[in-house]
Structure formats: C-alpha cells, structure tokens
Nanobody, 122 residues
C-alpha cells in the first residue's frame, strides 16, 4: 500500500511537501514515482527516484522547483515543491515500479496510492 499526504491549498509562490509512505516493502526495492493529474488533462510524471541507486529524474516542469527524496528509516518518499504555480494544481499520486538504476515515467508502475489534492490559488 502506498499512502500520500501533504496536499492542500496554497497561494502561488508557496511551498508544499508531499509524503508517500510505502507499507509493504522497503522503498529501495522499487522505483517510486510522483505523478499528477489536473482536471481534464492526462496524468503526467513529475519526478521519480530509482530503487537501485537513488538516482532521481524530473520532468522539465519540475526542474529547479521540485525535489524528490527518500527516507529509508521511515520508508517514505517526499516531493518538496517550491514556487508553486496555478498549473501545478491537481491530484498527486505516488506509484511503485520494479527497481532500476535510472527511473523513468514510462515504466509499468504497478501500485498506486489514492492521491492527494494540491490546489494553487490566490
């Protein structure tokens, strides 16, 4: 099971930190990805961290603003989001895929959380 938390309503330019707790196995046994879906739009990858070596990957929209990290002791993957924009709003999901040495968003992510809502509005 993957459980996301940390979403909420923020103003443009503010920050949020999302958490993804994985309950069934160690997070270094999986690539963990963060995805988002805005109303009327397709789901898109935001950032991921590779299970094999911790190497991260980010979508162009996330570069310079979002940082993914993992805490092995808490079996949690975080997505720190800064400088939020209206176009960052949506439901954010974390998902797990078999581990690699370089995660991508086009993998077969087989387990998904329920999502956490991020709203960016003034």
């Amino acid at each position: 099971q993957l459980v996301e938390s940390g979403g909420g309503l923020v103003q443009p330019g503010e920050s949020l930190r999302l958490s993804c707790v994985v309950s069934y196995d160690s997070i270094d046994n999986y690539d963990i990805g963060w995805f988002r879906q805005a109303p009327g739009k397709e789901r898109e990858g935001v950032s991921c961290v590779s299970g094999g070596n911790g190497i991260t990957n980010r979508a162009d929209s996330a570069k310079g603003r979002f940082t993914i990290s993992r805490d092995m002791a808490k079996n949690t993957v975080y997505l720190q989001m800064r400088g939020l924009k209206a176009e960052d709003a949506g439901v954010y999901y974390c998902a797990a895929a078999e581990p690699t040495w370089g995660c991508t968003f086009q993998r077969n992510y087989h387990d998904w959380g329920q999502g956490t809502q991020v709203t960016v509005s003034s």
